[in-house]
Structures are given as structure tokens and as C-alpha cells.
């Protein structure tokens, strides 16, 4: 049963501090998105990559997000520095990028910024 | 630009009733139009989708939707409800040429045993 796959489960963190979330998409899918959550906002996107090369980070805040895919199998996303604010549920959810495709998301990482 | 709206945040049905979540969309040309359905503390899980053919669309856990274009909406039904049914459900829309999906606020639904 492929699943995409995400640590840490659960980060506490204080602010300042740099954070870094992982993701491992289902192998063969090309596509990885990143989405957070929260109470407040719903579900948002943050940023979407194909075939590794990112899309569209236009969702995160530039100054201190950023997103990459090392090689197929590993997306991270990074906060530096932390704020409260950044408090969420992030999610990595992945696909095949061809047709009319469902994402398959990944079981969250919870962030708590103190 | 796409959106929807799922016009209920809660949803309370007693085991055994029927249970309907409503959604409606808006896209530009033809909708793909998909519900997920969220545990405590877990990733969203894919239920249906809808592309294109029958209006009816059956789907996991005995979940089915039926997609009305002249309302522009795509309700999720179960004939039976379950009380292991309670959950976070969010229904999604994005068009043809998107790569984008972009989801209800969700709704709440509580199964009563």
C-alpha cells in the first residue's frame, strides 16, 4: 500500500528557530504539493513542483520559506526563522501529473512554534 | 478563477439516516471535482472524483456523489450513515487545464450512534 510519507510527525519549536519538514512522495509520482493548515485559513497551497522543478511557490512567503526537491524520492520545506504564526498542520501530497489525477496526501506534520 | 463552497460546517446525522454534505463550484470550462474525507490527526484521505460520463459517481466506503452542472454542485452522499463516518470531509474543484485544486473550508460530520 504506497503512502507518502512525512517527518517529523510533530515539531515544538521556539521562534527564531530554523525548522525543516520532510516528504516522501509515492514512488512514480511526479508531482508534490504543499499545503498548510490551519484553523483560520483552511487549507492552503504553499508550493508545487513536476518532475522536481518548482511550479509555483507563489502561497509562501518568500522571506522565509523555501521548498525543494533534492532528487524523486525527498521534497523538504523549510522555515527560517520560525514565527508563531507559522503554527500548522503541513501537509505534502503527491500524484502523477498526467490527466485528471488525485492527490495523495501524506499524514501531516504539526508545527508548533513557541 | 475557481472556488468552492460547502455551505455547511457541520453536519449531525443519527446512524443509519442518510447522510448528504453539499458542495458547490466555480471554474472556468469543464470542473474536475474530487471529495476527501479527514480523520483526527491524519492526511486527507481521496474518496471520488468526477471527470466526465454518468453524473452518479461511486466511490470508497460506500461514499457516491452525483454531479449537477445546471446547479453547478456536487453533493456527497452515503444512503447509511456510519458512526465511524465522523470525520472532516472537503470537496475540491479545479478546471481542465489545472494543476491547482482548490478546496472547501470542510464540514464536520457527526454520526450519533
Known amino acids: 500500500d504506497a503512502r507518502v510519507t512525512q517527518t517529523p510527525r510533530h515539531k515544538v519549536t521556539e521562534m527564531g528557530q530554523e525548522v525543516t519538514m520532510r516528504c516522501q512522495p509515492i514512488?512514480?509520482?511526479?508531482?508534490v504539493f504543499w499545503y498548510r493548515q490551519t484553523m483560520m485559513q483552511g487549507l492552503e497551497l504553499l508550493a508545487y513542483f513536476r518532475n522536481r522543478a518548482p511550479l509555483d511557490d507563489s502561497g509562501m512567503p518568500k522571506d522565509r520559506f523555501s521548498a525543494e526537491m533534492p532528487d524523486a524520492t525527498l521534497a523538504t520545506l523549510k522555515i527560517q526563522p520560525s514565527e508563531p504564526r507559522d503554527s500548522a498542520v503541513y501537509f505534502c501530497a503527491s500524484g502523477t501529473g498526467t490527466g485528471v489525477y488525485e492527490q495523495y496526501f501524506g499524514p501531516g506534520t504539526r508545527l508548533t512554534v513557541t | 478563477a475557481q472556488s468552492v463552497a460547502q455551505p455547511e460546517d457541520q453536519v449531525n446525522v443519527a446512524e443509519g439516516n442518510p447522510l448528504t454534505v453539499k458542495c458547490t463550484y466555480s471554474v472556468s470550462g469543464n470542473p474536475y471535482l474530487f471529495w476527501y474525507v479527514q480523520y483526527p490527526n491524519r492526511g486527507l484521505q481521496f474518496l471520488l472524483k468526477?471527470?466526465?460520463?454518468?453524473?452518479l459517481v461511486k466511490g470508497s466506503y460506500g461514499f457516491e456523489a452525483e454531479f449537477n452542472k445546471s446547479q453547478t454542485s456536487f453533493h456527497l452522499k452515503k444512503p447509511s450513515a456510519l458512526v465511524s463516518d465522523s470525520a472532516l470531509y472537503f470537496c475540491?474543484?479545479?478546471?481542465?487545464?489545472?494543476?491547482?485544486?482548490?478546496f472547501g473550508a470542510g464540514t464536520t460530520v457527526t454520526v450519533r450512534a
Open positions: 514512488l512514480g509520482h511526479n508531482t
Open positions: 468526477y471527470i466526465t460520463g454518468d453524473n
Open positions: 475540491a474543484v479545479k478546471g481542465s487545464n489545472d494543476y491547482k485544486l482548490s
